[in-house]
């Protein structure tokens, strides 16, 4: 995609935590972004998300009523949603392993670790827009290609991808979507 235009770019924040909030309207603004929409919850991200075509989210998980794997299940596993193909920024403090691979299975295309830093924020907008992964669709997955190493020549299935029947992270059924 090359070099991203800030100041073109609409992003939606979906963060309850007001200090965090403040936070990433100042990093995002002083980087140039002028179309910038923050809500608290869920319930006021959908409509949003439903009617408008958004470049960016970048979303908290912990976020009361309804959690932010509920809103990714809702983008991503909803084919008729508006932002179905936008790039999902998880930023949170849950960091375990088990919640990385789940977001990774929902179809998130970066995981930020809390507290954060402006730069590792930058950098990691920068990454999901300048080198976008194509989509995925697949029995029970949709979204970017979870693969971080693309061999040269090779397309499709490496000989090293495999079915796991120990995975302890369920991929999501399209019936787990609680919008359509």
């Not at 965090?20 to 998300?49: C, N, Q, W, Y």
């Not at 949603?81 to 919640?99: C, H, Q, W």
């Amino acid at each position: 995609m090359g070099k991203v235009d800030y100041s073109r770019l609409k992003i939606l924040v979906v963060e309850d935590h007001e200090p965090t909030r403040i936070f990433l309207k100042e990093v995002l603004a002083a980087s140039g972004t002028s179309h910038l929409r923050m809500v608290a919850d869920v319930k006021s991200a959908l409509p949003l998300l439903k009617d408008k075509l958004l470049d960016l989210l970048i979303c908290d998980l912990n976020l009361g009523e309804i959690n932010g794997q509920s809103l990714i299940r809702a983008v991503r596993l909803n084919p008729n949603f508006t932002n179905r193909y936008m790039p999902i920024i998880v930023l949170t403090g849950d960091s375990k392993a088990e919640t990385v691979r789940e977001l990774i299975n929902l179809g998130i295309n970066k995981f930020v670790s809390k507290p954060t830093t402006a730069q590792s924020l930058i950098e990691a907008v920068r990454t999901v827009l300048e080198r976008p992964k194509a989509f995925v669709t697949a029995k029970d997955y949709f979204g970017p290609d979870r693969r971080n190493r693309q061999e040269p020549g090779i397309s499709g299935r490496r000989s090293t991808d495999r079915e796991r029947e120990d995975d302890p992270v369920p991929i999501p059924k399209r019936t787990d979507v609680p919008w359509t």
